[in-house]
């Protein structure tokens, strides 16, 4: 009966061909709807191919069929084409070569997202015969109007690169180029290209150096952890060690009582004239500090490597509390961040001495932050927490973590060599541990005491006697050796126990470990030097045992000290000196942090995790002894930009009625100095530009929280290429649920738009939880006009009457123009139609300017001139 029950549980022939049919059949059927000639059923299978390698499902047999379609003129099928080619171009590049003619043409396509998805295919074929059309494309790419195809061109050098370094020369010519982009969206990936490709070129730093310094709290998180290590290698170079003025402030602390006050203020004026901090140094550490308020640890991580290796001792310490909120995050980022804190705490213990208790071990820490946190835990310890330290080992000794327990033994051996005043109570302690069941505790205990009684054996002979009568209970073969060698080596201490522990160990000699044996030999040479009354024999009887024991170790070590104490004609002059090779004094053994020799390696790197080299790493260089040049990172201002100084006072606290963009500026500081005040003014006159600008977006309400029964809305405008269309603005909805129950279908219903006007809705949110807020993406296509889009925000059970009006600057594209029109002009053009606004500012006497906007789109033009009036004239 049994038998048959496991025939009918197995899986038939009949079903394996039977699921591998429905593979092929479905597979079938999707390369059918591939052909059609309804973009519909196209879309259909290709959702459902992006599907299957969402899901892990091998989909390379499709591409044939599916590259026949990258050149399909509709938008949606395209996108989800390049996103499949996307992942198996490198793998089928024989096929993908033959639509590279579409590839290249798709570059030129005017929407951004097709643009940059056909680039990044494009890189993906690594062929080397193609490498002159990716560097062509990628120097296009790198000129493109779109800040999101310029990042995909930084992407693509690194793949280029390393398909051919030779092309070095070249690349580095389009990363100096990227690096000058003003653009969050480009900084982080041009700097990888740049640590890939040219990490040594320091000198293409220093122009941007500021810039990137400004721009690092907007760029992704990625980015910023990629640009504070290549930016911490850099102030290397470039700065002095801001380390010597804390060794001479403390040189100088200490006063003199006899010294005079002109020898002390002379002293003062000396430590003062020391060390000025580079304001670019400077620059640097004032705008990282924000970012140890990340939600990514990586982040965090990266700017505390970067107080530790460029900041002050005093300032270094801010890092501390951030690190430790690392601690509750998952596992894996507890492990590195305890790694980087147990290398800082040894040099710098006040750092985190303040939050001793919060590496304190819980009883569901894995093993490796178990042992991680007591690391911690001994280099923290000192004569004012000891006691406290010591109260908590001795709970994790009794741990059933028997490899944590260990290592607290260990740590116990520690303390009491670092701390003389509790040396005679952790030997104790360990003594008592002597008597636990646990035989690896027991092994663990008189491996430290070993060490211990090592640095002053005078004072424990008593505790050798001891450990000599467990001798026979203790069956671990480290802990045997271990009592063994002491006996061996302080035999004149204990000469009535120790021929008696020869004779015992001599009769379990050939049912030994190969590590205990070779102690029982040294045992029997060091008792034949000192006591060969009583050894002679037994010395003797264990070293013929030795003679033709099955290890070529005990058989090599046994005719050794047998040349060496029993001198015959063939013995050497060594023999002479038998009992200064045996007895010498042996040095007390240095009981250290396992991470005393990882400072060497910069903080947070992979190397540093491994102790060891990885490939790739960088060094880190000495701080240079005299700082280098630092005018190599001024920025030349061009001289029109002074002119616009008096007519638009941007040091002003004035503020316009009616703002011409929807943000909220910050007040310059009234002390800015005039360059830095031509600065902000060119950044900000730069309307070409304003795609590469950094704005704090203003969030409108689009749904009180009290007429929608809990559900409250806001939205702002992302100014983030439209992904949507080229002709939609994109705007970012958050829905927050202020009530205690749960939220469902919320949706967009029931658009009552002006003609014209279209609405891309966001994907319905299935389900809100109580206090949960989620932002979702939309796009709207105003039409080149300010009206309002009304539509009604819907949930399961009720909807909400809203709308949305854009202010005029949401409904302008930046357009590229020459510097010397720029001067004369500048430029912007409708988001809809592409219609040009050409605005144009004429200097007149008494200082006074003429506003002059040329444009077909007589509405628009007329509402910018009223929103620029007033900020043009706070001057």
Known sequence: MSSEASIYNRPSVLDCFRSSGNSWFQKRNLKQMLESSKDSAKLDAMKRIVGMIAK???????????????????????????????????????????????????????????????????????????????MLAIKEASSDLSPYVRKNAAHAIQKLYSLDPEQKEMLIEVIEKLLKDRSTLVAGSVVMAFEEVCPDRIDLIHKNYRKLCNLLVDVEEWGQVVIIHMLTRYARTQFVSPWKDDEVVEEYSENNFYESDEEQKEKDRKVKNIYTMDPDHRLLLRNTKPLLQSRNAAVVMAVAQLYWHLAPKSEASIVSKSLVRLLHSNREV?????????????????????????????????????????????????????????????????????????????????????????????????????????????????VVIKKLLQTQPAHHGEIIKHMAKLLDNITVPVARASILWLIGEYCERVPKIAPDVLRKTAKSFTTEDDLVKLQILNLGAKLYLTNSKQTKLLTQYVLNLGKYDQSYDIRDRTRFIRQLIVPNEKSGALSKYAKKIFLAQKPAPLLESPFKDRDHFQLGTLSHTLNSRATGYLELSNWPEVAPDPSVRNVDVAESTKEWTGILGMTKKEKPTE???????????????????????????HLHCLENCIFRTKTHELLHRMSGKGLAAHYHFSRQPGIFGDHMVSVQVTVTNTTDQKIENIHIKEKKLPPGMRVHEFNPIECLEPAESITVSMGIDFCDSTQMASFQLCTKDDHFNVNIQPPVGELLLPVTMSEKDFKKEFAAKTVHSGSLMLVTVELKESSTAQLVINTEKTVIGSVLLRELKPVLSQG
């Open 56 to 134: 892990g499902k091998n989909a390379s047999e499709l591409f044939p069929a599916v590259v026949k379609n990258v050149a399909s003129k509709n938008i949606e099928i395209k996108k989800l084409v390049y996103v499949y080619l996307m992942r198996y171009a490198e793998e089928q590049q024989d096929l993908a070569l033959l639509s590279i003619s579409t590839f290249q043409r798709a570059l030129k396509d005017p929407n951004q997202l097709i643009r940059a998805s056909a680039l990044r295919v494009l890189s993906s074929i690594r062929v080397p015969i193609i490498v002159p059309i990716m």
């Open 659 to 685: 703002k011409f963009y929807s943000e909220s500026e910050e007040e310059e500081d009234e002390s800015t100095n005039t360059s830095s005040s031509s600065r902000c003014l060119e950044s900000n006159l």
């Open 334 to 446: 507890q492990y590195i961040v305890l790694q980087n804190i147990a290398t800082m705490s040894i040099q710098r213990k006040g750092m985190f001495e303040p939050y001793l208790k919060s590496f304190y071990v819980r009883s569901t820490d894995p093993t490796m932050i178990k042992t991680l946190k007591l690391e911690i835990l001994t280099n923290l310890a000192n004569e004012a927490n000891i006691s406290t330290l010591l109260r908590e080992f001795q709970t994790y000794v009794k741990s059933q973590d028997k490899q944590f327990a260990a290592a607290t033994i260990q740590a116990i051996g520690r303390c009491a060599t670092n701390i003389t005043e509790v040396t005679d109570t952790c030997l104790n302690g360990l003594v008592c541990l002597l008597s636990n069941r646990d035989e690896i505790v027991v092994a663990e205990s008189v």
